[in-house]
């Protein structure tokens, strides 16, 4: 029998043929013009490099930007060989990411965006929206949408929209709208939200860094200001209002209806499972007799064989036992045991009659551990930067380890059911993984960081609403020290987070938890690189070649073409390693052309937030799963986003700027 064809994810694909191209480019300009010095081209080969581990994500892209630093490092030892008088990279300064000012302030960031969300205020926020807008498309989308760009603006955007999920979640529930309709322009406009200030974005953050470095190769003369928290305030509003109007007027011709989307409450759980699976999964207690033929099997198997799923367990004159720890593949069925199943009666059905199993007409052994007030049926998502991704069930002890009993895989639009082998498939970013567990445990895997918990109404214990005055009071004071006080912006944060910590508010592991150490090591890592580009004259370089082709055009249309580079490179890797490999190539074209630096560094650091053609970015990755979006879903309606993007943010930094 032949086999089946390997289906590469669209998504992937464009993503591929994008870096192929950048590639290809960047090989050409090192053939066909000057030829570069031997530092110049080794550099450039860095760059490529990065550029395809990026791409083609060989490995994990913090993976990928370590080996690159390392690498770096490396010449030192390797000048020689490579026909270097020094190394790229002084190794004294390699490591000076970790401690860099854009890197501490990204994690004060995720910390006190963390504390925000702890004090419960979010489900106040859902309640506000859905007092404003009522069940009216056209007024809960503006409503939400604005409201997390908001506080995008303040905090990392994958995390403001990991913050709305739950919200929007209720909010479709409630309204009897398709999550389609209202995760598209939220998580839009959470990305949008990340240019509104300095802070809203790690590109943002990491700009005056990378213009403090491009300083030291410029001439007084020629050395650039640090850009201030809101300098970019009225490019960011301009881009928030066109993206929420942009929804409004074409939101009906551009946002899917999915038919397949997650979104459970515990109120219409059975329902959306009656309509997405066909059937209507109940909760069984089986007894095994001594005599039975199942004893001695591995519960794995037998779930494998009948399409069940075995939620708890009660060995003979013991308690029962549900969540993390009771129930494994490899757990061997005893005679006496009582078996807590969910599945369909047809299937429960099959199994008894088989081993001659004891089926109880009522809950006895787990009436009040797998009672409604106690577990129930619910969906978390595997957002960006999980450590499961990758990975299996069955390779991570799912139900083992994180008491998660998994009946569904909901993935670009198609949802997986136990008999697809759900339990030996990799974790993919945006899977929606249908589960039953117990509320406690839920409530303990919103503080997980490879878990995104979309169920929102469950009995669950309150969080801390009486620490929403604190969290407010050392938000404030880092942001009053953010405007009003020239301390560097990494010691303003960290005040808040700090405060935050000391006051209750976090425990020190939960802000822990909050840090995506990905995206901290992804940063710290590039940043060699960074500086090697610029040292070594390799952003020059390329800037001279490009010039010899459009240097000729009006300074406008270049900028424009430098945007329009930096939103190419932000579909094919990372938009802070586009940020670090594009800053100093623009700095270089600006002052070639005699156009203002600092200008051209930020129409960067702003471009790398145009990423909605596919879903690259973590936020649209983060929503694709809940609401069934698939790539040409993004194609259509990001198509049109990143061309008013591009349009709307030259307009306002020629008024501006």
Request: aromatic content about 8%; charged content about 15%; glycine content about 8%.
């Amino acid at each position: 029998m032949a086999q089946k064809e390997k289906k590469i994810p669209t998504k992937q694909l464009i993503k591929k043929r994008l870096a192929s191209i950048a590639i290809f480019v960047m090989m050409g300009m090192l053939l066909a013009y000057e030829q570069p010095t031997i530092e110049i081209a080794w550099v450039t080969a860095f760059l490529l490099l990065t550029i395809y581990l990026f791409a083609f994500e060989i490995v994990d892209v913090d993976v990928a930007a370590m080996s690159i630093m390392v690498l770096l490092g490396l010449t030192t030892l390797l000048a020689p060989i490579m026909g270097l008088g020094q190394g790229l990279v002084d190794p004294k300064h390699l490591f000076d990411g970790f401690s860099s000012n854009a890197v501490m302030s990204i994690i004060a960031v995720m910390i006190i965006g963390a504390g925000l969300d702890k004090t419960g205020i979010m489900t106040k926020v859902a309640a506000f929206i859905l007092k404003t807008g009522g069940t009216s498309e056209k007024r809960i989308i503006p409503i939400i949408s604005s409201t997390v760009a908001i506080i995008s603006s303040f905090m990392q955007n994958v995390g403001a929209a990991a913050l709305f999920l739950p919200v929007v979640s209720r909010i479709s529930a409630r309204s009897g709208l398709p999550m389609s309709r209202l995760l598209m322009p939220m998580g839009f406009c959470a990305i949008l939200g990340g240019t509104v200030t300095m802070v809203g974005s790690s590109p943002l953050i990491l700009l005056n860094d990378l213009i403090q470095t491009s300083n030291t190769a410029l001439p007084t003369e020629q050395q650039m200001e640090a850009w201030g928290l809101f300098s970019v305030t009225p490019i960011g509003l301009a881009l928030v209002a066109t993206g929420v109007i942009y929804f409004v007027v074409a939101g009906r011709f551009v946002l899917p209806t999915t038919t397949k989307e997650s979104g459970t409450t515990g109120s219409d759980v059975m329902e959306y499972f009656h309509d997405l699976y066909g059937i209507k999964p109940s909760l069984f207690e089986i007894v095994v007799p001594d005599d039975s033929d199942l004893v001695g099997k591995l519960l794995g198997e037998v779930e494998s064989t009948y399409s069940v799923r075995a939620i708890g367990v009660k060995y003979s004159g013991q308690e029962s036992m549900v969540g993390p720890g009771s129930v494994a593949y490899d757990t061997e069925v005893e005679g006496g045991m009582v078996l807590g199943f969910l599945a369909a009666k047809i299937h429960i059905d099959t199994l008894v009659d088989k081993y001659d199993l004891k089926k109880r007409t009522e809950l006895r052994s787990f009436s009040e551990s797998l009672s409604a007030s106690k577990a129930g049926i619910a969906e978390v998502v595997i957002p960006p930067g999980s450590q499961l991704i990758g990975k299996s069930a069955r390779d991570v002890w799912l139900r083992k380890t994180y008491g998660l009993s998994m009946i569904a895989i909901h993935r670009d639009g198609e949802t997986l059911r136990s008999g697809d082998h759900i339990r030996s498939m990799p974790f993919h970013a945006g899977d929606t993984l249908v589960t039953h567990t117990t509320w406690d445990n839920l409530a303990r895997l919103e503080n997980n960081s490879n878990f995104v918990v979309i169920t929102t109404e469950y009995p669950r214990e309150e969080l801390r609403p009486k620490k929403v005055g604190w969290a407010a009071l050392f938000f404030s004071i880092a942001l009053f020290m953010v405007l009003f006080t020239d301390i560097r912006l990494s010691i303003a944060l960290l005040t808040g987070a700090v405060g935050m910590i000391l006051s209750g508010v976090l425990k020190i592991d939960e802000a822990y938890q909050a840090v995506s150490w990905k995206t901290v090591f992804l940063l710290a890592s590039l940043i060699p690189l960074g500086l090697a580009v610029e040292s070594t004259g390799t952003a020059k370089w390329i800037a001279d070649q490009t010039l010899s082709i459009v240097g000729d055009m009006p300074v406008w249309v270049i900028q424009g073409a430098v945007a329009v580079l930096a939103t190419f490179f932000t579909l094919v890797m990372s938009n802070v390693g586009a940020t670090v490999l594009l800053v100093p190539l623009a700095v270089n074209i600006a002052i070639g052309v005699g156009a203002d630096p600092a200008v051209f560094a930020l129409t960067v650091a702003i471009a790398t937030s145009n990423s909605f053609l596919i879903p690259t970015h973590q936020v649209n990755a983060l929503i694709m799963g809940p609401a069934g979006y698939r790539v040409p879903d993004f194609i259509r309606a990001g198509g049109v986003m990143t061309i008013l993007f591009l349009v709307v943010m030259m307009v306002m930094m020629g008024i501006f700027f």
